[in-house]
Each structure stands twice: as C-alpha cells, then as structure tokens.
C-alpha cells in the first residue's frame, strides 16, 4: 500500500525551532557586548538559524505548492492557525541577524515579516472574532503568537519604518494580549488542567511582557514605570516556571517542547538590556544564568528533533 507523501504532513510547528534558534542567536550577540563575551557563538548560532529558517521556509512553500489543501487546513485548524505567526516572527528576527552585513535584505525580511504578520492577526482574530466558535477551555497560551509578533514587528523595527507604524504595531500586541492573557489564565486557574502534551506552552507566558519590553524600550528609548513593570512581570513568570521545573523535566518530547527557547531567549534579550540600563549586577548574573540554560535547552531539543525525523516522527498525521 502506497503511503501519502511526508511533505503533506510537514507542519508549520517547525518554524517555532527557527524563532528558538534565532532568538539564541540575538541572545548571544547582545552578550557580546553587555557581559563581555566571545561572539563566536552568537555568530555561529545565526548561521545556523538563518540556515534552518531557509530550509524550513523551502520545505513549506514545496508543501504550499503541492498540497495547499494540507496548508488551509493547518489555517482553518482551532490550534495551528495561532501558530502561524512563527513564520512572519522567524522573518522579522532573521532580519535583525542579517542587519549588519545586508541592510537591505534586512529591510525586505522585516517588511515581508511584517506584512505576514499583520494579515496572520487579521487571520486569527477573524477567526476568533467571527469565523470560529471557541470554548474557553480550548484556549492556551500558544493563542499568543498572533498579538506578540506585533511586538516583534515593533521591536525589530527600529531601524526599517516611521515610528508610529511601530507604535501601531506595539498596540495592537499590548492591548489584546492583555485581553486574551486574562482569558488563557482564567482557563488555566478555574478549568481543568492542560493536556500533558500541552504542558510546555506554559513558557509562551514569559513572551510577550519580555518582547513588550524590549519593544516598548526601543520606542520610549529609556527605562521608565511602564519598562518595569513589564520586565519583573516577565522575570516573575520566568521564576515561578522554574519553581516547577519537575513539571516539565518529566514531559516527553514533542514539537511543542520548543515553546521553552524563545520566551527564554526573550527573557535573556531583556535581562541583558535592563542591567545595561540600570547597572545592575544582580541583572546582568540573572542573564548569564538564563543564557546558559537556554543554550543547553536547544542544543537537547535540536538532537532530539533530528533523532524524531529520523525516525519518521515529524511529518506524520497527528489528528
């Protein structure tokens, strides 16, 4: 019996591998300069980032163009059409890794990244909004992605477009991921627990006040109340996921395991640009601490996802 071609089945979860990468990459490059480390690895980190995103970003127009049906489906899916946006953010971060050296190729990767992500929140809220009909309970935090890429957009964008198109974009993130934060958390806190195979998006909470901050500092250009209460709300959830950490240590791996490296990474990024900005020993240890931990998160879950291909595991029907 002949089997359906793997391509059908490669999923858009595979660009969350790409922002973890990246996120690393940028994590390192800032390290450079705030703790005075080599850059050879955040060098070495972009290349392989930028390498996977071009592969990956292959692979899914190969699927677009042979099986778009699979492709709409993913869209019109309850779950991975919030996961979407890890594309137009794997483009927008990728822009910033190639600044210094293509400035104009940064340029058309932060406009297209940006533009993506501007129809995807279109896309999801529609869905949300009109399209679909959702139960609270089918709300986690992977819903995110949508509103923080709009943080993304603005925090990457500095050095591409008008300050009140960034403006716009910081938002649009801000304002609904309020919103939908104080909806996921009502689910997570008076509804019955999460899948365990759900279990690793509780990380995708540290994202958005983490990317809040580093956007909005790039904006306001200092570190003011609103900085602060954005950062330490992103450093506390870091902490209290931490204090559980026996929770996630016992999950088996799947795809979703990478909803660990961008949030932290994130959490990195902003911990080095607070203790820059405040002077801050205890800061700049935190991020050293964190900077380690995430290295070594996605060093595991780049062996184990290579090992998962190889076996067949990635590109399979998983409903």
């Known amino acids: 019996m ?13 660009f969350s591998p790409v922002m973890g990468l990246a996120g690393l990459a940028l994590a390192w490059l800032r390290a450079e300069q705030t703790l005075a480390l080599p850059i050879a690895l955040g060098k ?3 290349f392989i980032a930028l390498l996977a995103f071009g592969a990956i970003a292959l692979l899914y127009l190969a699927k677009l163009a042979r099986f778009p049906c699979a492709v709409l489906a993913e869209l019109r899916h309850p779950r991975k059409l919030n996961v ?25 990767l932060w406009a297209a990244g940006a533009g993506l992500q501007f129809s995807l929140t279109l896309h999801a809220m529609s869905a949300w909004l009109f399209t679909q009909r959702f139960a609270l309970a089918q709300t986690d935090p992977i819903w995110f992605f949508p509103l923080v890429g709009n943080m993304v957009a603005a925090a990457t964008g500095i050095d591409h477009a008008p300050l ?3 403006w716009f974009f910081f938002s649009i993130g801000f304002a609904f991921w309020i919103t939908m934060f104080m ?24 994202a958005p006040p983490a990317v809040a901050f580093l956007a909005y500092h790039g904006l306001a250009g200092q570190v003011d109340a609103l900085s602060r209460v954005l950062y330490y709300a992103a450093l506390f959830l870091t902490l209290l996921l931490f204090a559980n950490l026996r929770r996630f240590l016992r999950l088996g791996f799947s795809l979703l395991a990478w909803c660990y490296t961008f949030p932290l990474a994130a959490i990195v ?51």
Not at 2 to 14: D, M, Q
Not at 85 to 100: K, N, Y
Request: hydrophobic share 60%.
């Open 2 to 14: 002949n089997k359906e071609p793997w391509l059908k089945y490669f999923p858009v979860a595979l």
């Open 44 to 46: 070495a980190t972009t």
């Open 84 to 108: 979407f946006p890890s594309i137009s953010i794997s483009l927008m971060l990728s822009a910033v890794l190639v600044f210094d050296e293509q400035p104009q190729a940064a340029f058309a």
């Open 164 to 166: 009140e198109l960034l």
């Open 183 to 206: 909806a996921v958390f009502q689910r997570m806190v008076l509804h019955p627990p999460f899948p365990e195979q759900l279990t690793p998006t509780f990380f995708v909470l540290i």
């Open 269 to 319: 990024l902003a911990s080095l640009v607070m203790s820059t900005e405040t002077d801050s020993a205890w800061l700049r240890a935190i991020a050293g601490v964190l900077l380690i931990i995430v290295t070594i998160v996605v060093l595991a879950l780049a062996i184990r996802t290579a090992i998962a291909a190889m076996r067949g595991e990635i590109c399979a029907p998983d409903d």
